[in-house]
């Protein structure tokens, strides 16, 4: 495959979300996934929510987390590096190493208002949690801005303006559970308000995705529950605040994954969400909320049979077919589910978009979309097991509709987990962010690394 092809589009499965299976990284972010900013998104493609035909998984802002316990780190700027041998060079990228910037949990936005892309960490230093804030300076290198304590914050952040004051803010969760997060605004350059606790009635299950629920210059979010809790959504109010969590029915026993979209060009998100009931169930559901004479709520169920999916994994709205209208895709263990979007806000039934013929093995939760033009699509896949290894797919760009084309299969080693997709260097298109650490005492921490597009 050469590098041309690889600017075109690249869809990249990563099998292990840091931290556990919540989308808590948002390949979003720049990408969309109903971003605010850049990823803390998620709505619409890798970062923002520009109702263009991307988006990411995460949620307007989200997080990518490695969970360490203490972390010390003057965490200063970039560390160049030589392009690895098996990554994305052949592909056409260069990569540098952040070997400064680490931490637990890293979100990706642009805090200061510069139009660039920035990296938000969050780390245990001396045994009390802090934020630091890095600035892209549009070129692939960062320097830092502001360093802050903040008290009880959590591994899942999301980012996003949710007061509608024109700066990114951050929400922070638990992670699994609990009835409040906390929420912290942004200055506009760089930094945060002190925290304060946002307590809501209900109870907080996976991944939460910021999107657009009105026309409001506020971000809201899309909460999911707990076990057969349903779904929460809580407006952000453009005076400041939240309004009082509504209730949504739910999809399965629990949601698995959510991303949020504009599907049908209103300026309203749509949230798709996956549901099951069990670690690897042989059937993917999901069902699209949206709004409707009765209010934001759940259509009917789309079900597929074609083969079991992966418990957590991503869905990411990307326009898979160039038809300029979103789509929906996520993993399975034989190969990816594609619903196709008209435009209209409606999907077709999953379709499943197999594996090569005879191979076995390897399989991924992340899914991360980089989209470089609308004629062909790649994917790269992370195995289950590796630590950075993952398989490259092409599609045959000569295929009339490239679902019907066969996958060729190369392997790559991209350095470490996969987070997702930014634009970090200014050139237009999306690069691909990786977290290079280690396992200490069942917590996983380290620093980041970069996937440049434009070499």
Same mark, same amino acid.
């Given at each position: 495959?050469?590098?041309?092809?690889?600017?075109?589009?690249?869809?990249?499965?990563?099998?292990?979300?840091?931290?556990?299976?919540?989308?808590?990284?948002?390949?979003?972010?720049?990408?969309?996934?109903?971003?605010?900013?850049?990823?803390?998104?998620?709505?619409? %493609?890798?970062?923002?929510?520009?109702?263009?035909?991307?988006?990411?998984?995460?949620?307007?802002?989200?997080?990518?987390?490695?969970?360490?316990?203490?972390?010390?780190?003057?965490?200063?700027?970039?560390?160049?590096?030589?392009?690895?041998?098996?990554?994305?060079?052949?592909?056409?990228?260069?990569?540098?190493?952040?070997?400064?910037?680490?931490?637990?949990?890293?979100?990706?936005?642009?805090? %200061?208002?510069?139009?660039?892309?920035?990296?938000?960490?969050?780390?245990?230093?001396?045994?009390?949690?802090?934020?630091?804030?890095?600035?892209?300076?549009?070129?692939?290198?960062?320097?830092?801005?502001?360093?802050?304590?903040?008290?009880?914050?959590?591994?899942?952040?999301?980012?996003?303006?949710?007061?509608?004051?024109?700066?990114?803010?951050?929400?922070?969760?638990?992670?699994?559970?609990?009835?409040?997060?906390?929420?912290?605004?942004?200055?506009?350059?760089?930094?945060?308000?002190?925290?304060?606790?946002?307590?809501?009635?209900?109870?907080?299950?996976?991944?939460?995705?910021?999107?657009?629920?009105?026309?409001?210059?506020?971000?809201?979010?899309?909460?999911?529950?707990?076990?057969?809790?349903?779904?929460?959504?809580?407006?952000?109010?453009?005076?400041?605040?939240?309004?009082?969590?509504?209730?949504?029915?739910?999809?399965?026993? *629990?949601?698995?994954?959510?991303?949020?979209?504009?599907?049908?060009?209103?300026?309203?998100?749509?949230?798709?969400?996956?549901?099951?009931?069990?670690?690897?169930?042989?059937?993917?559901?999901?069902?699209? *909320?949206?709004?409707?004479?009765?209010?934001?709520?759940?259509?009917?169920?789309?079900?597929?049979?074609?083969?079991?999916?992966?418990?957590?994994? %991503?869905?990411?709205?990307? %326009?898979?077919?160039?038809?300029?209208?979103?789509?929906?895709?996520?993993?399975?263990?034989?190969?990816?589910y594609v619903l196709r979007g008209d435009g209209t806000g409606a999907l077709t039934q999953p379709v499943r978009w197999p594996h090569p013929e005879g191979f076995g093995g390897g399989f991924g939760r992340r899914l991360?979309?980089?989209?470089?033009?609308?004629?062909?699509?790649?994917?790269?896949?992370?195995?289950?097991?590796?630590?950075?290894?993952?398989?490259?797919?092409?599609?045959?760009?000569?295929?009339?509709?490239?679902?019907?084309?066969?996958?060729?299969?190369?392997?790559?080693?991209?350095?470490?987990?996969?987070?997702?997709?930014?634009?970090?260097?200014?050139?237009?298109?999306?690069?691909?962010?990786?977290?290079?650490?280690?396992?200490?005492?069942?917590? *996983?921490?380290?620093?980041?690394?970069?996937?440049?597009?434009?070499?």
């Amino acid at each position: 495959m050469t590098s041309t092809a690889l600017r075109s589009g690249l869809l990249l499965l990563a099998s292990y979300v840091a931290g556990g299976c919540t989308n808590t990284a948002d390949l979003g972010g720049g990408t969309s996934g109903t971003d605010g900013g850049s990823e803390a998104s998620v709505t619409t %493609d890798l970062g923002s929510s520009t109702g263009s035909a991307e988006a990411s998984s995460t949620g307007l802002g989200s997080s990518e987390t490695g969970d360490p316990t203490s972390e010390s780190s003057d965490g200063s700027s970039t560390t160049g590096s030589e392009v690895p041998e098996g990554g994305l060079g052949p592909q056409g990228f260069g990569y540098v190493e952040l070997s400064d910037i680490d931490g637990r949990t890293f979100a990706f936005d642009d805090f %200061d208002g510069d139009g660039t892309t920035d990296i938000l960490v969050q780390r245990r230093q001396q045994g009390a949690w802090n934020l630091r804030t890095f600035s892209g300076q549009g070129d692939g290198t960062f320097v830092p801005m502001v360093e802050q304590s903040m008290e009880g914050w959590e591994w899942e952040l999301k980012t996003g303006d949710f007061n509608g004051d024109g700066a990114v803010d951050v929400a922070a969760f638990d992670g699994y559970n609990g009835d409040s997060f906390e929420l912290a605004l942004g200055d506009g350059a760089g930094g945060f308000t002190d925290s304060e606790t946002i307590p809501f009635e209900g109870f907080y299950g996976f991944g939460v995705v910021p999107f657009r629920y009105d026309n409001d210059a506020a971000l809201d979010l899309f909460i999911p529950g707990g076990h057969s809790e349903g779904e929460l959504v809580i407006r952000g109010l453009a005076e400041g605040g939240f309004e009082e969590a509504t209730g949504v029915e739910g999809v399965g026993c *629990y949601v698995s994954d959510a991303v949020g979209a504009d599907l049908d060009g209103d300026g309203l998100d749509e949230v798709m969400a996956s549901g099951s009931c069990n670690a690897v169930p042989e059937t993917f559901g999901m069902a699209t *909320y949206s709004q409707g004479p009765e209010g934001f709520v759940r259509g009917e169920p789309l079900l597929g049979s074609d083969g079991p999916v992966i418990e957590g994994g %991503d869905l990411v709205a990307v %326009d898979v077919d160039a038809d300029g209208h979103l789509d929906i895709i996520s993993p399975t263990l034989q190969g990816l589910y594609v619903l196709r979007g008209d435009g209209t806000g409606a999907l077709t039934q999953p379709v499943r978009w197999p594996h090569p013929e005879g191979f076995g093995g390897g399989f991924g939760r992340r899914l991360v979309s980089l989209v470089f033009g609308d004629d062909e699509v790649v994917f790269v896949e992370a195995l289950e097991d590796g630590e950075g290894d993952a398989l490259l797919f092409v599609p045959d760009s000569n295929a009339a509709d490239p679902l019907d084309s066969d996958l060729a299969l190369t392997e790559l080693q991209v350095q470490g987990r996969v987070l997702r997709a930014e634009d970090f260097d200014g050139d237009g298109r999306p690069d691909l962010v990786v977290m290079i650490g280690e396992t200490n005492e069942g917590v *996983y921490r380290g620093h980041l690394g970069i996937w440049l597009s434009g070499g």
